[in-house]
T-cell receptor
């Protein structure tokens, strides 16, 4: 069966520090992969999505970047975190066969 | 571009009351529609979906019907429980093929509180 792993679950980082969040998918190949952010008390904002290795589409210009070094690995990064980067980050994969989207358990990032 | 509009929350109901959360969408094609639920401190879980007009998605007593004529996908449950307290998100996707955007677009979410 397909599973999606996201880590860490919680992260507290100082302003100006780098960030790396990782997401991996098991049990499928060539999935569509997505990074969303949920700010406190707000909805879900699509940040990046990828339809294949090395293919990244950015939805919102910001302090973050994404990479897909392997078929089932999706990484969200920042060189220097801002206070406004705080939020709940969710990775998801899109299943073309079942026509559905499955989300990871999320990373709660607090920038202090 | 495509978008989803949900009713503002919070929605506060007594246990066993009837629940409706309104959702309307704007899309150029024929999207699939989804309801996701987020329990406190957790990620998102798919609640139900519908992939074409007049389809009814249902799960755990919740249901929603894809209404193309009114561009709506309202979530309903006949008798809510305290355990249903969560944030509910309506979403749409235009799919993965044929030049689709491959994106899942969400509404702002509706917080449901249930009083025992």
């Amino acid at each position: 069966s397909q599973t999606i792993h996201q880590w860490p679950a919680t992260l507290v980082q100082p302003v100006g520090s780098p960030l790396s969040l990782e997401c991996t998918v098991e049990g499928t190949s060539n999935p569509n992969l997505y990074w969303y952010r949920q700010a406190a008390g707000r909805g879900l904002q699509l940040l990046f999505y990828s339809v294949g290795i090395g293919q990244i589409s950015s939805e919102v210009p910001q302090n973050l970047s994404a990479s897909r070094p392997q078929d089932r690995q999706f990484i969200l990064s920042s060189k220097k975190l801002l206070l406004s980067d705080s939020g709940f980050y969710l990775c998801a994969w899109g299943d073309r066969d079942l026509y559905g989207y499955t989300f990871g358990s999320g990373t709660r990032l607090t920038v202090v | 571009g495509d978008s989803v509009t949900q009713m503002e929350g919070p929605v506060t109901l007594s246990e066993e009351a009837f629940l409706t959360i309104n959702c309307t969408y704007t899309a150029t094609g024929y999207p699939s529609l989804f309801w996701y639920v987020q329990y406190p401190g957790e990620g998102l879980q798919l609640l139900l979906k519908a992939t074409k007009a007049d389809d009814k998605g249902s799960n755990k007593g919740f249901e929603a019907t894809y209404r193309k004529e009114t561009t709506s996908f309202h979530l309903e449950k006949g008798s809510v429980q305290v355990s249903d307290a969560a944030v509910y998100f309506c979403a749409l996707s235009d799919g993965f093929y044929g030049g689709a955007t491959n994106k899942l677009i969400f509404g702002t979410g509706t917080l449901l509180a249930v009083q025992p």
